[in-house]
């Protein structure tokens, strides 16, 4: 592997925060070292669950500095992305196996004045992403099935990130390839041995402890999973 010089950032993602104190959960998680925050977005279609919309986003963008991180977990992102984009997402994620054409919503997104991110859920290889690797500005690479906090980690999305790894090197790219579901002090290591740069991390940071802690545990990990990688 030769992605030396990759930076390694966390986002912890505000699905698992106390939603009856969200403002006291952004704070934290700025104060405690969080290199942006990712917010979950669920249509109760494309997973079988509901989350929130772009009211809530704006609420968070009016909290805090971080880049947000908006993981569109929803059958027909295109339909919605413009109202994401406005209420302050600065990275748009949409997924490979929704009603959305990679060739159409990347130019829409990145219209929009947002960076674009691509997911794949556990069971799509990661060649179903590769032809977009140099349009966008994210991997996601889901290590749990989508829908859900509190998932353990899937190790078959190792292998996924260590191609996707070497075809972002190839590609000399600077995009982040993220990790998404079950990432905890354990797990965070070998996600980052096999080139994850971004990782979302839900319930090891806003459950048990405190959040400052928490984040302090992960960023060892991550850097530790890395070794002569980080900068």
Do not use: Y
Not at 81 to 87: G, L, M
Not at 135 to 150: A, K, N, R, T
Not at 177 to 188: C, F, K, N, R
Request: aromatic share 6%; with cysteine; proline share 6%.
């Amino acid at each position: 592997m030769n992605s030396v010089g990759r930076r390694l950032r966390l986002a912890p993602s505000l699905l698992s925060a106390d939603f009856g104190a969200l403002g006291a959960a952004v704070a934290a998680a700025e104060a405690g070292g969080a290199d942006a925050l990712h917010l979950d977005v669920m249509d109760g279609h494309f997973v079988p669950n509901i989350s929130f919309g772009p009211a809530l986003v704006q609420a968070v963008r009016a909290r805090t500095k971080l880049p947000l991180d908006v993981h569109l977990m929803i059958e027909e992102p295109g339909r919605f992305v413009e109202a994401f984009a406005a209420a302050g997402g600065s990275t748009l994620i949409f997924h490979r196996e929704a009603k959305a054409e990679p060739r159409d919503l990347i130019p829409k997104v990145r219209s929009l004045g947002a960076e674009v991110g691509l997911a794949i859920n556990p069971e799509t290889p990661f060649e179903a992403a590769q032809p977009w690797l140099e349009e966008i500005d994210q991997l996601l690479v889901m290590s749990v099935h989508p829908g859900f906090s509190g998932q353990k980690f899937l190790p078959e999305a190792l292998p996924k990130l260590r191609a996707a790894r070497a075809a972002f090197d190839a590609l000399g790219s600077k995009a982040d390839l993220s990790i998404d579901g079950g990432i905890t002090v354990e797990t965070a290591a070998p996600a980052a041995a096999a080139g994850a740069s971004f990782f979302v991390c839900g319930n090891s940071v806003f459950v048990g402890g405190s959040v400052e802690q928490n984040l302090a545990g992960l960023r060892r990990a991550v850097t530790a999973g890395a070794g002569d990688e980080v900068r």
